[in-house]
């Protein structure tokens, strides 16, 4: 059993004919397994440090963001918040095309997060 927190996610890289890294997360739709109280998945991407989202406790809760188009995906940042770091222990990052595979371009990247004071490396 688990719970997804996240105070902020931002997604870095390149959208189809961009030359330059952008946030990818702005503009960029999520989505989570469950919705404990208020705390909707759209909070983790608001720049807002005051809000957050949040999953019931569940069996492989899930939080997904959707882009859109295919973006080369460079650097990924996920905040929680100080005091519920431990709650993203194990948590992990999976980078899958339209079709839920691996990246087209590469093999597919799975990262474990270890929470570590209040910021995930």
Same mark, same amino acid.
């Given at each position: 059993?688990?719970? *997804?927190? #996240? /105070?902020?996610?931002?997604?870095? =890289?390149?959208?189809?004919?961009?030359? =330059?890294?952008?946030?990818?997360? &702005? %503009? !960029?739709? !999520?989505?989570?397994?469950?919705?404990? =109280? =208020?705390?909707? !998945?759209?909070?983790?991407?608001?720049?807002?440090? %005051? &809000? +957050?989202?949040?999953?019931?406790? /569940?069996?492989?809760?899930?939080?997904?963001?959707? +882009?859109?188009?295919?973006?080369? #995906? /460079?650097?990924?940042? #996920?905040?929680?918040? $100080?005091? +519920?770091?431990?709650?993203?222990?194990? !948590?992990? #990052?999976?980078?899958?095309?339209?079709? $839920?595979?691996?990246? *087209?371009? %590469?093999?597919?990247?799975?990262?474990?997060?270890?929470?570590?004071?209040?910021?995930?490396?």
């Amino acid at each position: 059993m688990g719970v *997804i927190e #996240i /105070e902020e996610l931002q997604v870095w =890289g390149q959208r189809p004919g961009s030359s =330059g890294k952008t946030l990818l997360s &702005t %503009g !960029a739709t !999520a989505r989570q397994s469950s919705q404990f =109280g =208020g705390y909707a !998945a759209g909070n983790a991407l608001d720049h807002n440090e %005051g &809000t +957050f989202s949040h999953t019931n406790e /569940e069996v492989h809760p899930w939080f997904e963001v959707d +882009f859109k188009v295919g973006c080369v #995906i /460079e650097r990924v940042e #996920i905040r929680v918040r $100080r005091w +519920f770091n431990w709650r993203m222990r194990g !948590a992990r #990052i999976s980078v899958l095309d339209d079709q $839920r595979g691996g990246d *087209i371009d %590469g093999p597919q990247y799975n990262s474990v997060l270890r929470p570590q004071h209040g910021n995930l490396p």
